[in-house]
C-alpha cells in the first residue's frame, strides 16, 4: 500500500529549499522563512518521516532523491575543523620530560603541545618522542621538553575553517596521530594554539555521519 502524504504550502516550499540548498541545518531553513526552528520542527518531522528528507547530525537536512556519492561529498564539505576539535593539551617548553609524562597519563591525550609565553606553538611531543627519551641515559627530571620535542617550523597544522576532511588527509600523509588547530597570531608573531584533531576525532565523527537524528 503506498500512502500519499499532501504536503502544506510550508512543506513544499521546506522541500524546495532542502533540494537547491542541502544539506542545510533545521536553523538556516527557518532563518530562510522567517520563522523559528520550533515553529518548523513539526514540519521537518514530517517530512523525514514520509521519507521527502533524510537528516545527518551536524550537517544537516538533505533531499533523499540525491546519489549517494554526491551526498556523501557535500556532507563533506560541511564538516569543518572549527566543529569537531577538541581541547589542546599544552605544556611550557621549560617542563621536564618527566613531568610532561605525567601530564600524557593525567589528561589521557597522546601528543601534548609545547607552547612559548602567550600560548603560541613551539613544538610536539607524541608517546614514542617521551619513549625514546626514557630509554636514554639522562635525568627525566633534568631533561627539558624542548630537547626531545619536534620543533617549529616543522609541525603540520590546520586551521579553525579547514575542511576535517584535509584535516584527516594530513593525518594520514604524514603518518602522525594528532594536528594542532592553530590561529595565526596579527603582528605575525607565531602560531596561538586553539585546539587539537586527533585520529580519534576523525573516527567520532565517522561515527556520527552514520547516526540520523534531527538536527
Ligand atoms: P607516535 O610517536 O606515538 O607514533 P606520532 O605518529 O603522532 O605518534 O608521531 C611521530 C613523530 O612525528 C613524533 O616524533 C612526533 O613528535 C612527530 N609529530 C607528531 N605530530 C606532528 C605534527 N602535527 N607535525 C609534525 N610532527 C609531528
Redesign the pocket.
Known amino acids: 500500500m503506498v500512502i500519499t502524504i499532501e504536503l502544506t504550502n510550508r512543506q513544499e516550499l521546506i522541500l524546495k529549499i532542502v533540494q537547491e540548498e542541502g544539506p542545510i541545518t533545521g536553523e538556516q531553513i527557518a532563518e530562510k522563512l522567517n520563522l523559528t526552528r520550533a515553529t518548523l520542527r513539526p514540519d521537518l518531522s514530517i517530512l523525514t518521516m514520509a521519507g521527502y528528507l533524510e537528516a545527518r547530525p551536524r550537517v544537516g537536512y538533505y533531499y533523499s532523491g540525491k546519489k549517494g556519492n554526491q551526498l556523501l561529498k557535500e556532507m563533506l564539505n560541511k564538516m569543518t575543523v572549527k566543529d569537531y576539535k577538541a581541547v589542546p593539551v599544552v605544556i611550557k617548553e621549560d617542563t621536564s620530560v618527566y613531568d610532561a609524562i605525567v601530564t600524557m597519563f593525567l589528561e589521557d591525550v597522546?601528543?601534548l603541545y609545547v607552547v612559548k609565553e602567550r600560548g603560541t606553538l613551539a613544538g610536539?611531543?607524541?608517546?614514542?618522542?617521551l619513549l625514546k627519551a626514557a630509554i636514554g641515559k639522562q635525568s627525566l627530571q633534568d631533561l627539558p621538553i624542548s630537547v626531545i620535542?619536534?620543533r617549529m617550523p616543522?609541525?603540520?597544522?590546520c586551521q579553525i575553517d579547514d575542511l576535517l576532511i584535509e584535516a584527516a588527509n594530513k593525518l594520514i600523509q604524514?603518518?602522525?596521530?594528532?594536528?594542532?588547530v592553530v590561529k595565526p597570531l596579527d603582528n605575525g608573531e607565531g602560531l596561538e594554539v586553539i585546539g587539537r584533531i586527533t585520529k580519534t576525532t576523525i573516527a567520532k565523527a565517522f561515527v556520527e555521519l552514520g547516526k540520523e537524528k534531527e538536527v
Open positions: 597522546g601528543t610536539i611531543v607524541s608517546r614514542k618522542d620535542m619536534t616543522n609541525i603540520i597544522t604524514y603518518q602522525i596521530d594528532s594536528i594542532p
